[in-house]
Nanobody, 126 residues
Framework: QVQVVESGGGLVQAGGSLRLSCAAS????????MAWFRQAPGKEREFVVA????????YYGGPVKGRFTISRDNAKNTVYLQMNNLKPEDTAVYYC???????????????????WGQGTQVTVST
C-alpha cells in the first residue's frame, strides 16, 4: 500500500498562491486515484479535488473550482495542488489521500480513500 506525505503548506496573504505536493512511496502512483481534502477548525473534512490514476480526469469541489489545479507526475510519484487567488476561507489542514480500487473513477467521499497523509497547514490571512 502506498504511503503519502504532504508538503508545501504555509502562511500566505489573501490573493496569493501556494503549491502543495503529495509524495508517494511504497507503490506505483499511477495505480492510484488521488485526492485532496481539507479540514478547517471546527468543521468536517471537505473534499477539494480528485484526479484519476492516469491523470486524464479530474473533478473539483465547488469552492475551489477555477482557483485550484491538481496535477500529477507519475514518474516522480508526486501529486500537486496549485492554489491561486487564495481566500481566508481556504485556511485548513490539507490532506492527500489515495484510492487503489477504482483508479479511473473520481470519488469525493473520504470513505472511498484508503491511505492518508498527516496533512499540511495552509493559513490565508486578510
Amino acid at each position: 500500500q502506498v504511503q503519502v506525505v504532504e508538503s508545501g503548506g504555509g502562511l500566505v496573504q489573501a490573493g496569493g498562491s501556494l503549491r502543495l505536493s503529495c509524495a508517494a512511496s511504497g507503490g506505483t502512483l499511477g495505480n492510484y486515484a488521488m485526492a485532496w481534502f481539507r479540514q478547517a477548525p471546527g468543521k468536517e473534512r471537505e473534499f477539494v479535488v480528485a484526479i484519476s490514476g492516469s491523470g486524464r480526469y479530474s473533478y473539483y469541489g465547488g469552492p475551489v473550482k477555477g482557483r485550484f489545479t491538481i496535477s500529477r507526475d507519475n514518474a516522480k510519484n508526486t501529486v500537486y495542488l496549485q492554489m491561486n487567488n487564495l481566500k481566508p476561507e481556504d485556511t485548513a489542514v490539507y490532506y492527500c489521500a489515495s484510492n487503489a480500487h477504482r483508479v479511473e473513477v473520481l470519488l469525493t467521499s473520504e470513505t472511498d480513500y484508503d491511505t492518508w497523509g498527516q496533512g499540511t497547514q495552509v493559513t490565508v490571512s486578510t
